[in-house]
């Protein structure tokens, strides 16, 4: 065996047992049936996946793509004149974008909770209205859609940021500088000229901040407290509370595939 | 006694095209060789072979009479100065002129490192890290790294393309004193035919994957055997099917000749090149000696040459 | 004049993105000095920070999370810097679109398939979920974060050292280890810091994959935080946002050197 076979020997043995095989299973599982105790049984049927299409289920694929697809668009409108603003900045421009970056690398959960203390009905926000004496009773802030949503901006907004940086800061400054001399405004040029040469660093953001936000568990059940189930959410419950693998896999494999999705089409696009 | 490096229809081809075809050269002991010939020609792909960096995809390559065509890198007494140097960034000077020595389990590893170092004049820079040193003095470095594993073979792969001017022209005395001393047997791989011709006892020029001519510096610039040969070594003004060189080249103001006008003048210092477009609109060069007879530009001249003077071609 | 105020407009916008996303960390530190129990300020104390230290359940969650980041942490950098040198030099499709796979699997779904073979396996060992199953998933997601820090390495590092060691006479594993490591030193440690951050910071699937005894740190601070308001949740966090920072911080050095 030679140096290369025998250093990608345990990279290969693990993946294939922790990576690959859970995924066969939870294939297989989406395709069996529930046992009387939460076990899995034969026979092997398509109704979990069938299941699915029931309103209720439905409902949540709808609910997280639209939740998704909202913190996406939230996203792409705050983050580009951030991202503009940052490509311009001249020397500046790391440590602008090193402040983006920081609150990102601190924990998740972290994070997470920190819109919990500020929302909740003993929160900052609540607190500091009560005492002021605008409001009278705390404002529902949270287990909302609207707090999941603000959760989710905030937690991949750099996601957004940083791929479309990238390709704006390669964007020669003489091309904005040509399209005003040939008598654009600077609106224009934004238009006909930026955009256009952003639009790979735009696709890349949105993709990456559309699939965490599709598959987000923590955030809805933090910030939107059980009220605003996502798929996450459903197939965290299905493999504990409700014992019900079969189905907690066949949703694992439609938020898989949803997933891939954009993904696939990201990378077809660049491959072009 | 066998040569130094042999290669036996060496050939090297790759998923959609062939880099080297059919090579063949005998090396003698103690010689300065080059391999001569313009970017792709194959040159570097066949001093990569020789190093065992690549595998021939035909022939043998022997070493002292003994095939080394499948052995690897470290297998071989053969050493390459790398075209970037590839000096080791962490480790100093004087440790990377140990690396090759630990690795072959020589004794005294230091003590010959440091008289490598003092042979390419760089004692007092023993402690320094490649990103210290200069152009010339990583060139040096190198050049150190591998001699002081008296290798066979030195390979050099166009080593002085990344320097100055200035400073190419004097690593290229260096190089040929370092070889006289040595008694190494150098491998010189260079685009640059000056370099090839100034440095070499044989120069064999490739083009296209194979080996044009082999011969003295002498002999490829008076005895050219191809067409290409005659072009890539210096000028050559072609007239139908002859070829003559520039300082073979007279020019007057008034006829017998081929007739043309002067298009511009090129002052070489030591000498003059008057550049003609001629009347039937193919272009030549002639050399004056800078005190001789002047032209101005768009005077009509007169070309003529000796028959000793023609380089003929099949 | 007008460019002028489009430069001010474009310079507040920034700083108002930038406070959205500093204020609630920032807010969340200083609330951790509160003296009160309520989120009104009534003074600098150090009474939560004091609750903290003195809390069992946070100090095992804090040694088991420690004890999992290191010993993953130190697996997933051995196993991805080998991976991603032999990939360096050749490809494996394979392995790469696993590793890739598995860095755009929603955490939930590499949870629940972790758990679905860990049970499954379990049916024949006598095993049961613990500090060893959430070492194992830790390993599984963070060999391609390691791999991916050692490629963006290797692909500014100059092929032909490699081709020089061996040249002067050192085999493949000696061109490896004398020459290449010392250079990738500097990207090996920051992707180990990396890998130590990514674990510490799992809640997801670890909640799936630990066992009673092994209660990581976020597992304690997501019960605090769901049973209700503690400014001990607020100093915990502190301490890891700082402890976090650090450790980023000194990873990137490293990167750049």
């Known amino acids: 065996m030679n140096l290369r076979s025998a250093f990608l020997l345990p990279a290969r043995v693990w993946s294939a047992v922790f990576l690959a095989t859970p995924l066969a299973i939870v294939c297989a599982y989406s395709l069996l049936t529930r046992g009387d105790y939460g076990g899995v049984e034969r026979p092997w049927t398509p109704e979990n996946y069938t299941r699915l299409l029931d309103p209720l289920y439905l409902g949540i694929l709808w609910r997280s793509l639209w939740m998704a697809g909202l913190a996406t668009a939230v996203c792409a409108v705050a983050g580009f004149p951030l991202a503009l603003f940052i490509a311009r900045a001249g020397r500046r421009r790391n440590l602008l974008l090193q402040l983006v970056l920081l609150p990102f690398w601190t924990s998740f959960l972290v994070r997470t909770y920190a819109w919990l203390f500020i929302l909740r009905d003993t929160g900052l926000v609540n607190t500091a209205l009560l005492r002021l004496g605008v409001i009278r009773s705390p404002l529902p802030l949270l287990y909302n859609e609207g707090a999941v949503l603000l959760g989710l901006v905030y937690n991949f907004l750099p996601f957004f940021v940083l791929p479309l940086y990238a390709t704006l800061e390669r964007l020669d400054p003489a091309l904005p500088e040509a399209a005003a001399d040939l008598g654009a405004t600077p609106l224009r040029t934004l238009r006909r000229v930026i955009l256009p040469l952003a639009a790979p660093g735009i696709a890349a953001g949105c993709v990456l901040v559309f699939i965490p936000c599709l598959g987000a568990y923590l955030t809805p059940d933090l910030l939107g407290g059980g009220k605003t189930v996502m798929l996450g959410n459903l197939i965290q419950n299905q493999f504990t509370t409700a014992r019900d693998w079969p189905f907690g896999s066949a949703a694992s494999l439609v938020l898989m595939l949803v997933s891939a999705a954009p993904l696939w089409f990201l990378l077809r696009r660049e491959a072009r | 006694m066998p040569p130094v490096l042999e290669l036996r229809e060496v050939s090297k081809a790759f998923p959609n095209h062939r880099a080297v075809d059919r090579v063949s050269l005998a090396l003698e002991r103690g010689g300065f060789y080059s391999l001569l010939g313009p970017s792709g020609c194959g040159k570097t792909t066949t001093l990569r072979m020789i190093g065992g960096f690549e595998e021939p995809t035909g022939g043998e390559i022997l070493l002292n009479g003994r095939d080394v065509t499948r052995l690897k890198p470290w297998q071989r007494d053969v050493s390459t100065v790398f075209q970037n140097y590839a000096l080791f960034p962490h480790l100093s000077a004087l440790r990377n002129i140990e690396f090759g020595l630990r690795e072959h389990g020589r004794p005294d590893t230091t003590k010959r490192a440091l008289e490598a170092l003092e042979l390419v004049r760089l004692g007092a820079k023993r402690d320094s890290l490649p990103a210290q040193l200069s152009g010339g003095e990583k060139q040096r470095v190198a050049l150190a790294r591998s001699l002081v594993l008296e290798p066979q073979l030195l390979l050099l792969d166009e080593p002085l393309a990344a320097l100055d001017p200035q400073l190419r022209k004097q690593m290229r005395a260096e190089l040929k004193a370092m070889q006289r001393q040595t008694g190494i047997t150098f491998l010189f791989v260079t685009h640059d035919q000056e370099e090839a011709l100034s440095l070499s006892d044989q120069v064999a020029v490739m083009n296209g994957g194979r080996i044009e001519q082999t011969g003295t510096p002498e002999d490829l610039y008076l005895r050219p055997a191809t067409r290409f040969v005659a072009g890539f070594l210096g000028e050559m003004n072609w007239f139908g099917g002859v070829g003559v060189r520039p300082e073979s080249t007279r020019i007057s103001g008034s006829g017998p000749g081929l007739p043309g006008t002067v298009e511009s003048l090129l002052f070489l210092g030591n000498c003059l090149h008057v550049h003609v477009r001629l009347a039937d609109g193919g272009h030549a060069v002639a050399e004056t000696p800078r005190d001789g007879q002047r032209f101005a530009e768009g005077e009509a001249v007169w070309l003529s040459w000796d028959a000793a003077g023609e380089l003929r071609f099949e | 004049m007008r460019s002028t105020w489009r430069n001010h407009g474009a310079a507040i916008y920034a700083a108002c993105a930038l406070a959205f996303l500093h204020a609630p960390l920032a807010i969340l530190i200083l609330f951790s000095f509160n003296a009160s129990r309520f989120t009104v300020w009534e003074g600098f104390s150090l009474r939560w920070y004091r609750v903290a230290l003195e809390d069992p359940q946070l100090a095992e969650g804090l040694l088991n999370s420690l004890v999992i ?154 019960a605090m935080a769901r049973r209700g308001v503690s400014p001990v949740v607020n100093a915990v966090s502190a301490f890891i946002v700082v402890a976090f920072g650090v450790v980023i911080l000194l990873s990137e050095r490293l990167q750049r050197r």
């Open chain 3, 69 to 222: 980041a290191g010993v993953s942490g130190v697996l997933s950098t051995v196993i991805g810097t080998l991976a991603a040198y032999a990939m360096w030099r050749r490809g494996a499709r394979v392995l790469s679109g696993m590793l890739y796979l598995s860095l755009v699997t929603p955490e939930i779904v590499t949870g629940v398939s972790l758990l679905a073979l860990f049970e499954g396996a379990f049916r024949f060992l006598q095993l049961r979920l613990g500090l060893h199953t959430v070492i194992i998933a830790h390993v599984a997601f963070s060999i391609a974060y390691v791999t991916i820090v050692i490629s963006a390495r290797l692909r500014s590092y100059d092929r032909t050292l490699e081709e020089a060691a061996m040249d002067l006479g050192a085999s493949e594993w000696g061109a490896f280890a004398r020459v290449t490591l010392p250079n990738l030193a500097p990207g090996i440690a920051a992707a180990g810091l990396l890998a130590l951050v990514v674990s510490f910071d799992d809640y997801v699937i670890t909640s799936l994959v630990a066992g009673v005894d092994s209660q990581t740190l976020p597992m304690v601070i997501y």
